[in-house]
């Protein structure tokens, strides 16, 4: 079972980027997914997550109205797009995989599989 983030980088604050995130090994269309992110110093927090059809979705506060997660269950992929980035988004973006069809869990240890990372830097 493996998941293949991508799609980091350095971007200038108020710019735009996407990280998706590819699945292979698992039936990942049947399982909620998330992405969290961990910035130095500071512990892995979640950051939006997806239900297994796409019909709900869940994020934290600092980025409502600003990122958009998605899915391709026919390609087993999932999506972060983040626009407005501040310079306090910059952090390793994680997409993660639940055990889960419908609650979308925000804790990290409620994640079975995880992807290893993307660099998203925000300058300012």
């Known amino acids: 079972v493996q998941l293949q983030a991508s799609g980091g980088g350095l971007v200038q604050a108020g710019g735009s980027l996407r990280l998706s995130c590819a699945g292979s090994?698992?039936?990942?269309?049947?399982?909620?997914m998330g992405w969290f992110r961990q910035a130095p110093g500071k512990e892995r927090e979640f950051v939006a997550g997806?239900?297994?059809?796409?019909?709900?979705?869940l994020y934290v506060d600092s980025v409502k109205g600003r990122f958009t997660i998605s899915r391709d269950n026919a390609k087993n992929t999932v999506y972060l797009q983040m626009n407005s980035l501040k310079s306090e988004d910059t952090a390793v973006y994680y997409c993660?995989?639940?055990?889960?069809?419908?609650?979308?869990?925000?804790?990290?240890?409620?994640?079975?599989?995880w992807g290893q990372g993307t660099l998203v830097t925000v300058s300012s």
């Open positions: 090994g698992r039936t990942f269309s049947r399982y909620v």
């Open positions: 993660a995989s639940a055990p889960t069809f419908l609650r979308i869990a925000t804790i990290p240890r409620e994640y079975d599989y």
């Open positions: 997806i239900s297994y059809s796409g019909g709900n979705t």
